[in-house]
């Protein structure tokens, strides 16, 4: 029997876990399975005293292109939101700090790992866009994470426009941590210093850090899923869903 080839590849070395998205036949998008195995690899690495940190890291030029819009489609529409909010969840609730380290693309729903992510590290491959306004969509459910994070008014703008912008404005409006030219020097330099921490500290200081981005979470889940079902199921997002698969225009721009 075939084995099949992970859509997430674990590997744990100098007490980090590294999770690499390696799904290059839809840019590493959120399908339920490549969801499913990072749960289950931060669940893994939470539950290792040995690790200290977890990165979530990427193969080829694409960190996440958002929703595997393939999947899009079922009797329940909540079920997609649902997943996404548990996973983005399980990132902020994992005791250890979790680094995204970024050095390509990133759109719609993978931005919600940003948010979700203690620290980022983008390289100047890194491009990001908040896709979802020029599909129908909103970004609902990784507003969750991304809200207590972002500057008001370039999540105004980002939001609205759907526009793309590089590492240095994403450092600027707070997606990410740092904007590198090297992303692993800069990463070196996170997890040396996670390795000088006690556990307990860290595990109690993330919580503080986090603090805020858990009680969006715990007030607005329901909303926001709720959103996110109504807009995936509208016949405006379906058009816009169809356009971007058969790359054409949706019947609205101009």
């Given at each position: 029997?075939?084995?099949?080839?992970?859509?997430?590849?674990?590997?744990?070395?100098?007490?980090?876990?590294?999770?690499?998205?390696?799904?290059?036949?839809?840019?590493?998008?959120?399908?339920?399975?490549?969801?499913?195995?990072?749960?289950?690899?931060?669940?893994?690495a939470?539950?290792?005293?040995?690790?200290?940190?977890?990165?979530?890291?990427?193969?080829?030029?694409?960190?996440?292109?958002?929703?595997?819009?393939?999947?899009?489609?079922?009797?329940?529409?909540?079920?997609?939101?649902?997943?996404?909010?548990?996973?983005?969840?399980a990132?902020?609730?994992?005791?250890?700090?979790?680094?995204?380290?970024?050095?390509?693309?990133?759109?719609?729903?993978?931005?919600?790992?940003?948010?979700?992510?203690?620290?980022?590290?983008?390289?100047?491959?890194?491009?990001?866009a908040?896709?979802?306004?020029?599909?129908?969509?909103?970004?609902?459910?990784?507003?969750?994470?991304?809200?207590?994070?972002?500057?008001?008014?370039?999540?105004?703008?980002?939001?609205?426009?759907?526009?793309?912008?590089?590492?240095?404005?994403?450092?600027?409006?707070?997606?990410?941590?740092e904007?590198?030219?090297?992303?692993?020097?800069?990463?070196?330099?996170?997890?040396?210093?996670?390795?000088?921490?006690?556990?307990?500290?860290?595990?109690?200081?993330?919580?503080?850090?986090?603090?805020?981005?858990?009680?969006?979470?715990?007030?607005?889940?329901?909303e926001?899923?709720?959103?996110?079902?109504?807009?995936?199921?509208?016949?405006?997002?379906?058009e816009?869903?169809?356009?971007?698969?058969?790359?054409?225009?949706?019947?609205?721009?101009?």
């Amino acid at each position: 029997m075939t084995r099949e080839v992970p859509f997430v590849r674990v590997t744990t070395a100098d007490a980090v876990t590294t999770l690499e998205l390696d799904s290059p036949h839809n840019r590493n998008a959120l399908s339920t399975r490549l969801m499913a195995e990072l749960t289950a690899g931060l669940a893994e690495a939470a539950a290792d005293p040995g690790v200290r940190a977890v990165v979530l890291g990427h193969t080829g030029k694409v960190f996440c292109a958002g929703a595997d819009l393939s999947e899009a489609t079922g009797d329940d529409p909540t079920v997609g939101p649902r997943g996404l909010v548990a996973l983005q969840r399980a990132i902020v609730e994992c005791a250890k700090p979790v680094v995204a380290a970024v050095d390509g693309h990133v759109r719609a729903g993978g931005l919600g790992l940003l948010g979700a992510a203690d620290l980022v590290v983008a390289g100047p491959q890194s491009t990001f866009a908040f896709t979802e306004v020029r599909l129908g969509l909103a970004p609902a459910v990784i507003s969750l994470p991304l809200r207590a994070r972002l500057d008001p008014r370039a999540a105004s703008r980002y939001y609205l426009t759907g526009e793309t912008f590089d590492a240095a404005e994403a450092a600027r409006i707070g997606l990410v941590t740092e904007a590198a030219e090297d992303v692993a020097a800069s990463l070196k330099v996170f997890l040396d210093a996670f390795r000088l921490c006690s556990p307990q500290g860290l595990a109690e200081t993330k919580r503080l850090a986090t603090a805020d981005v858990l009680a969006s979470f715990e007030r607005d889940t329901e909303e926001r899923v709720a959103q996110s079902a109504r807009l995936f199921g509208s016949s405006e997002a379906q058009e816009g869903m169809r356009a971007f698969l058969e790359r054409r225009p949706a019947r609205w721009a101009s």
